[in-house]
């Protein structure tokens, strides 16, 4: 997989943006970027995923820089219920049939009343 | 959307025992489920590769004799730890990649079975 870098904990006041960044340098060019969370105690839960253009959704946006080295995920309006280990994840792709999501150390998220 | 379902989501066990953990796709057929191991503030490893009707692929250092894998059907993987010891306790999860993806896969995650063996 591309190996991805991420700063290991981030606060941030309900309410507000929170922007996640991820470093994936050597990410290829037909390797998407995926971004999971994991609430205490729970599965990993699909928030969005990108390849070349930004993406929004219901739950987040995901901006991703014209080189692909790095993107970051944008909660517009966190909440506390926001509150978890966010995972960027770029897997390898060279071989579409035996790709899989390993999970480095991620970002721990902590939302402030 | 895409749901997995995981059963047990807690379990207690004596050592020496055998468990077994259910892994379903409920609502899309999953050729490939893969199950992960996660210990106390840790992230998530990647114990192997399950594939319906053919051999699971293990990752380096995870005992194929001691995680056995079967995965007989599109949707149903299930995981059995034999012979379970006190550091076997772990959260084990599962996800199913989605057969129906077309140029990026779609991975679901079950919510996980919390094993503590005593």
């Known amino acids: 997989d591309a190996k991805t870098t991420q700063p290991p904990s981030m606060d941030c006041a309900e309410g507000r943006a929170a922007n996640l960044p991820c470093n994936h340098s050597t990410i290829s060019g037909n390797e998407y970027v995926y971004w999971y969370r994991q609430i205490h105690s729970q599965g990993p839960q699909y928030i969005i995923h990108?390849?070349?253009n930004n993406e929004t959704n219901e739950m987040a946006s995901l901006i991703i820089t014209e080189d692909r080295k790095s993107s970051t995920l944008i909660l517009p309006h966190a909440t506390l219920r926001d509150t978890a280990v966010y995972y960027c994840?770029?897997?390898?792709?060279?071989?579409?049939?035996?790709?899989?999501?390993?999970f480095g150390t991620g970002t721990r998220l902590t939302i402030i009343p | 959307g895409a749901v997995v379902s995981q059963h047990p989501s807690r379990v207690i066990c004596k050592s020496g025992t055998s468990v077994k953990i259910e892994c379903r796709s409920l609502d899309f057929q999953a050729t490939t489920m893969f199950w992960y191991r996660q210990f106390p503030k840790q992230s998530l490893m990647l114990m192997a590769t399950?594939?319906?009707?053919?051999?699971?692929?293990?990752e380096q250092g995870v005992e194929k004799d001691k995680f056995l894998i079967n995965h007989a059907s599109l949707t149903l993987s299930t995981l059995t730890v034999t012979s379970a010891h006190p550091e076997d306790s772990s959260f084990y999860i599962c996800?199913?990649?989605?057969?129906?993806?077309?140029?990026?896969?779609?991975?679901?995650f079950g919510s996980g079975t919390r094993l503590t063996v005593v």
């Open positions: 994840i770029v897997p390898n792709q060279t071989n579409f049939g035996n790709e899989k999501l390993t």
């Open positions: 399950s594939n319906e009707g053919s051999k699971a692929t293990y």
């Open positions: 996800s199913a990649r989605d057969d129906g993806s077309l140029s990026f896969h779609s991975y679901t």
């Open positions: 990108g390849l070349k």
